[in-house]
């Protein structure tokens, strides 16, 4: 299986800066897609950004010019850079990376536990 550890969140004032990490380790696979989603309480998890194997990258609009996403294919990490954080985002964030297996071949889904990020005003 894969596991996905984050780190990175915590407690920061507004208009300050965090680095999202996300190291994927376990099983032979392929990522053939990592990304970061947000969850707010009795709310649905939504895309923050994503990012694949060729680098293609996909932001949702109310983070466009503000985060960025990044990845280190040797370290099989993704990272997420946030800057200019506003009160608004402070929520927990969630790593995903969208994998196939070596053995069987399949594609598979998998979710980290998520890191919470605040933002204070």
């Known amino acids: 299986q894969v596991q996905l550890v984050e780190s990175g969140g915590g407690l920061v004032q507004a208009g300050g800066s965090l680095r999202l990490s996300c190291a994927a380790s376990?099983?032979?696979?392929?990522?053939?897609?990592m990304g970061w989603y947000r969850q707010a309480p009795g709310k649905q998890r939504e895309l923050v950004a994503t990012?694949?194997?060729?680098?293609?990258?996909n932001y949702a609009d109310y983070v466009k010019g503000r985060f960025t996403i990044s990845r280190d294919n040797a370290k099989n990490t993704v990272y997420l850079q946030m800057n200019s954080l506003k009160p608004e985002y402070t929520t927990v964030y969630y790593c995903?990376?969208?994998?196939?297996?070596?053995?069987?071949?399949?594609?598979?889904?998998?979710w980290g536990q998520g890191t919470q990020v605040t933002v204070s005003s």
């Open positions: 995903n990376a969208d994998v196939t297996s070596v053995v069987p071949q399949r594609k598979y889904g998998y």
């Open positions: 990012i694949t194997s060729g680098s293609s990258t």
């Open positions: 376990g099983s032979i696979f392929i990522i053939n897609a």
